[in-house]
């Protein structure tokens, strides 16, 4: 049996496949782009829902990798944590817990200890569902019911106006169902949506067809003559037989 290789997108490639995907581009036309096939393209929409993560940051009140590289300088030199806090303007317990927990003086290293906070950095936020289950379950009855998460997100912000802690707006509805490692609002209410997509797409991804829609040299009604403001209209004209 011939096993498929499995293909992986550098993080430039991945911003790229986001810079398209947000407009309105299919995944065939991104795979396309990259040369490889669209299948390729949906594990890495789906693992968020088809909703682009935030572009992650680092914390202006962590240490930097400029700064481990001087810790790591003044440990060679035999210096004290204390010493190398002063020079860093940093607490000494600071100094001293990042020392710990990357090996200590004889194994710290500044470029391995600041990949493993980057790391560490990746634990998931709980969403405000998480912490509610009366909420959750409120919400799930109201998908049951043919209710979009519009009109769930409007009704809550009417029936607990003075209540922040019982209101969510609509997108996080949207990414509890779509992302399900959030582990909140189960997959089967994804059924319920009035869309069946299993991601999000782009509100312009399906203004693509409107072109053929459209009536060609079409007429508007305040162009039309003056005489057809005189003409008789039948009674016998069906008003429920046109269709919007």
């Keep these: 049996m011939k096993y498929r290789t499995r293909t992986f997108y550098t993080d430039k490639q991945k911003s790229k496949m986001w810079d398209r995907w947000q407009p309105g581009d299919s995944m065939c036309s991104i795979g396309r782009h990259f040369n490889r ?7 890495h929409l789906a693992r968020t829902g088809g909703i682009r993560p935030a572009d992650r940051t680092r914390s202006r009140y962590a240490l930097s990798l400029t700064e481990r590289e001087d810790i790591s300088h003044g440990l060679v030199t035999k210096q004290s944590l204390r010493s ?9 317990s600071t100094i001293s817990r ?13 470029a391995r200890s600041d990949q493993r906070a980057w790391d560490c950095a990746t634990r998931p936020k709980l969403c405000k ?6 909420l959750c379950q409120l919400i799930a009855r109201k998908l049951q019911r043919k209710w979009s998460p519009q009109q769930i997100a409007g009704w809550l912000k009417h029936r607990y106006p003075d209540e922040e802690q019982n209101r969510v707006p609509h997108e996080t509805i ?9 582990g909140v609002l189960k997959k089967e209410l ?3 949506l009035r869309s069946p997509r299993a991601i999000r797409r782009s509100r312009h991804a399906t203004q693509k067809g409107l072109e053929l829609r459209k009536i060609k040299n079409a007429v508007s009604i305040s162009e039309s003559p003056s005489e ?7 009674w016998n004209w069906e008003g429920d037989l046109i269709a919007g």
């Design 37 to 43: 096939a669209s299948s390729s393209i949906f594990p």
């Design 174 to 182: 949207y990414r509890s169902l779509n992302v399900q490692t959030r």
């Design 98 to 110: 990042e020392v710990r927990r990357n090996g200590g003086r004889q194994a710290y290293r500044a």
């Design 190 to 192: 994804q059924e319920c």
């Design 228 to 234: 057809v403001e005189d003409r008789a209209i039948p």
């Design 129 to 134: 569902l998480a912490f509610n289950d009366p």
């Design 84 to 92: 190398i806090a002063q020079n860093l303007n940093r607490s000494p």
